[in-house]
């Protein structure tokens, strides 16, 4: 039945799965801790960190998945990302260790201690999220391979096109946790993430509209697979993946009038998590069929076909365990975070 089994599709497809639930679980908390210094009191930025203690640390389990999947299940392509990026993933983990470390101590520091841990949790937050568009920015763009080992320059994951998609992300992130403080808060600082998540959206719109633009100009074939070849547009390519732009426009408005409007608290969430989507979807029509851009397929990165079979046995049990209690877990602390609640041991 393996053998009838298209391996290294399936397992694309569950590596992306769990890279998209790791930017989707984990890109709220690191947007609350952008946005973190901005809140109006004190008081509330305990609130915002309480919406997100039962559930912050668990989020980052889909990345350790994402990590060990790609150097388990596609080891060339991780022998050869990992050289390219070396530095924003090392930038990325320390980041991620400060605001780890500021999360917890920041509730038991005081005066201008309990300042510096602001700060780092702060810093901590921006610095993995634009550590993580810088990475995406330099995968997009392509990674320059010669016998299969990365021949880039050490420097190379650092241009104008990652740079920007590195301070998209730092937004994108900002729109998922102001609208999760929409749900999880109430009145003023409700308010105040209303106000910061209808910002955040038009800045996230625009920053789809500029990579939709400038991704086809990094490289021809992710150009044709949208039928553009500038100033030349094949619509009989583009027609068909039209509905993409199309569903990011009516979620946008559709997002517009919940944020604006006072009826609804998840419309926002869930219209944020349909613009990452829709984002995520057109970069992998963009990057199929390869694994490392535009260099190594999936099919040449993937392990042997029987290491792929035993490995994917063992997904078959893990991945529902883990969706299971990630619902479980979100289930069980639904529900409003009380202003005059704190997170404390």
């Known amino acids: 039945m393996m053998e009838s089994l298209n391996l290294p599709l399936i397992w694309a497809g569950l590596l992306a799965l769990a890279v998209f639930m790791y930017v989707l679980l984990d890109g709220f908390d690191l947007g609350l801790g952008i946005l973190f210094p901005f809140a109006p009191s004190d008081h509330d930025r305990d609130v915002m960190m309480t919406s997100v203690a039962p559930v912050w640390d668990g989020n980052e389990t889909w990345l350790v998945l994402g990590g060990g999947g790609l150097f388990a299940v596609f080891p060339k392509a991780y022998a050869a990302l990992l050289p390219a990026v070396y530095m924003p993933i090392g930038f990325m983990l320390v980041a991620l260790i400060f605001r780890g470390v500021a999360f917890e101590f920041r509730f038991k520091s005081e005066g201008i201690l309990k300042r510096v841990w602001d700060q780092a949790f702060h810093w901590g937050s921006v610095v993995a999220a634009f550590s993580q568009g810088l990475i995406l920015g330099a995968l997009v763009q392509g990674i320059e391979l010669e016998n299969g080992r990365f021949a880039g320059d050490m420097y190379g994951w650092l241009t104008p096109f990652s740079f920007f998609t590195g301070c998209a992300l730092v937004w994108g992130y900002a729109l998922l946790g102001s609208t999760w403080l929409i749900i999880k808060t109430e009145n003023g600082l409700q308010q105040w993430s209303r106000q910061l998540a209808l910002v955040s959206m038009f800045v996230v719109l625009l920053c789809m509209i500029i990579v939709s633009l400038w991704v086809p100009l990094l490289d021809a074939?992710?150009?044709?697979?949208?039928?553009?070849?500038?100033?030349?547009?094949?619509?009989?390519?583009?027609?068909?993946?039209?509905?993409?732009?199309?569903?990011?426009?009516?979620?946008?408005?559709?997002?517009?009038?919940?944020?604006?409007?006072?009826?609804?608290?998840?419309?926002?969430?869930?219209?944020?998590?349909?613009?990452?989507?829709?984002?995520?979807?057109?970069?992998?029509?963009?990057?199929?069929?390869?694994?490392?851009?535009?260099?190594?397929?999936?099919?040449?990165?993937?392990?042997?076909?029987?290491?792929?079979?035993?490995?994917?046995?063992?997904?078959?049990?893990?991945?529902?365990?883990?969706?299971?209690?990630?619902?479980?877990?979100?289930?069980?602390?639904?529900?409003?975070?009380?202003?005059?609640?704190?997170?404390?041991?």
């Open 221 to 345: 074939n992710a150009a044709m697979r949208w039928g553009i070849d500038y100033p030349h547009i094949d619509w009989s390519r583009l027609l068909p993946l039209s509905p993409i732009p199309i569903l990011v426009a009516v979620t946008g408005m559709t997002m517009f009038r919940a944020i604006r409007g006072s009826d609804t608290v998840h419309k926002p969430f869930f219209c944020a998590v349909l613009l990452f989507l829709l984002g995520y979807i057109g970069l992998a029509i963009s990057l199929f069929p390869y694994l490392v851009p535009y260099s190594l397929t999936l099919y040449e990165a993937a392990a042997a076909p029987n290491a792929q079979a035993l490995l994917l046995a063992g997904a078959v049990i893990l991945l529902p365990t883990i969706l299971a209690y990630t619902v479980y877990v979100y289930w069980v602390f639904r529900g409003k975070v009380r202003m005059d609640s704190g997170y404390s041991h």
